[in-house]
């Protein structure tokens, strides 16, 4: 885990230093007791102590949540909407790549009204009807990348690289965050079709599309620890396809976004609190890359 979360090393060690530092110095007050029983240990002090929090009040950092979240909305309304991008369904990364982003087009769409659907509707729907789930939240997951700060800065061929390889994953935490925030106990998208409910499942699969939904669950996990974890994946490619300049890119991204996660954590839960939260979203990230395996496993079978 060190590997990917280099931060969590760190919090982990340094609390733990705190508590050694905590018990050396109530052994220091025990022996001064004896050598000098006059004087008072542990007494009232005029001195406040008072614990400690980080202070989330950066305003840069708390301008990047904000866009972040702004981006995830906008794709989240195209993903409750009509919107249903058949022209990139048999395309390379490539050609979504030089399409103008659909996130600023959000108002060419409405949700239907008619969603959820019941399980005899669907039954009815025309195949043609039918949106391909997996598709488009994988081109929703590109959608947000584009628009992301740092991904300008890579070349072509290190901005394709970088989706072959992460795009899968971001694509099971989105379905899997989704699924979670209906309080569904399985994968479930919004026109209420859960792939369990269909007559060719095997219940092989159970594995992923209700494991999947199990990590948000136990952790409780928040709009904001989602988006920033999202965005921690699309910079945590480990790709020898990547440039050099690409890598150094990546890797500072990746800190910057995973110090913003832990400090926006911290500044809510309190230091130590904090950093056992932050090892709980971090699992998460390690549980998706389980099930992204599963997934591709899954898609190979069709």
């Given at each position: 885990m060190?590997?990917?979360?280099?931060?969590?090393?760190?919090?982990?060690?340094v609390?733990?230093?705190?508590?050694?530092?905590?018990?050396?110095?109530?052994?220091?007050?025990?022996?001064?007791?004896?050598?000098?029983?006059?004087v008072?240990?542990?007494?009232?002090?005029?001195?406040?102590?008072?614990k400690?929090?980080?202070?989330?009040?950066q305003?840069?950092?708390?301008?990047?949540?904000?866009f972040?979240?702004?981006?995830e909305?906008?794709?989240e309304?195209?993903?409750?909407?009509?919107y249903?991008?058949?022209?990139?369904?048999?395309?390379?990364?490539?050609?979504i790549l030089?399409?103008?982003?659909?996130?600023?087009?959000?108002?060419?769409y409405?949700?239907?009204?008619?969603?959820?659907?019941?399980?005899?509707?669907?039954?009815?729907t025309?195949?043609?009807?039918?949106?391909?789930?997996?598709?488009?939240?994988?081109i929703?997951?590109?959608?947000i990348?584009?628009?992301?700060?740092?991904?300008?800065?890579?070349?072509?061929?290190?901005?394709?690289?970088?989706?072959?390889?992460?795009?899968?994953?971001?694509?099971?935490?989105?379905?899997?965050?989704?699924s979670?925030?209906?309080?569904?106990?399985?994968?479930?998208?919004?026109?209420?079709?859960?792939?369990?409910?269909?007559?060719?499942?095997?219940?092989?699969?159970?594995?992923?599309?209700?494991?999947?939904?199990?990590?948000?669950?136990?952790?409780?996990?928040?709009?904001?620890?989602?988006?920033?974890?999202?965005?921690?994946?699309?910079?945590?490619?480990?790709?020898?396809?990547?440039?050099?300049?690409?890598?150094?890119?990546?890797?500072?991204?990746?800190?910057?976004?995973?110090?913003?996660l832990?400090?926006?954590?911290q500044?809510?839960?309190?230091?130590a609190?904090?950093?056992?939260?932050?090892?709980q979203?971090?699992s998460?990230?390690?549980?998706?890359?389980?099930?992204?395996?599963?997934?591709k496993?899954?898609?190979?079978?069709f």
């Amino acid at each position: 885990m060190t590997t990917f979360f280099p931060h969590l090393y760190e919090y982990c060690r340094v609390i733990s230093l705190l508590e050694e530092n905590k018990k050396s110095g109530d052994e220091i007050q025990k022996r001064g007791r004896k050598r000098f029983p006059n004087v008072s240990y542990g007494c009232p002090q005029e001195t406040k102590i008072t614990k400690c929090f980080l202070t989330f009040n950066q305003d840069n950092e708390s301008k990047d949540i904000g866009f972040l979240k702004y981006l995830e909305i906008k794709a989240e309304n195209l993903r409750e909407s009509t919107y249903n991008p058949l022209k990139f369904y048999n395309v390379t990364i490539e050609t979504i790549l030089k399409t103008r982003t659909e996130l600023s087009n959000i108002n060419k769409y409405e949700k239907p009204l008619n969603w959820p659907l019941s399980y005899e509707q669907l039954m009815q729907t025309k195949s043609l009807e039918i949106k391909h789930w997996i598709v488009i939240d994988a081109i929703l997951c590109i959608e947000i990348a584009k628009t992301l700060p740092f991904f300008c800065k890579l070349s072509v061929q290190d901005q394709q690289t970088l989706l072959r390889t992460t795009t899968l994953l971001n694509t099971c935490l989105t379905e899997a965050y989704y699924s979670y925030v209906a309080s569904s106990d399985v994968l479930i998208f919004p026109d209420g079709f859960a792939p369990t409910m269909s007559p060719a499942f095997l219940t092989s699969h159970n594995d992923f599309f209700i494991g999947v939904v199990e990590p948000l669950k136990r952790i409780k996990m928040t709009k904001e620890e989602y988006i920033l974890l999202k965005t921690i994946i699309f910079c945590s490619s480990k790709s020898d396809e990547i440039s050099v300049e690409g890598k150094e890119i990546l890797e500072k991204e990746f800190h910057r976004y995973s110090r913003l996660l832990l400090n926006y954590i911290q500044a809510k839960y309190g230091n130590a609190p904090g950093a056992v939260r932050y090892s709980q979203i971090l699992s998460v990230m390690e549980a998706m890359i389980y099930f992204s395996q599963k997934r591709k496993r899954i898609l190979c079978l069709f």
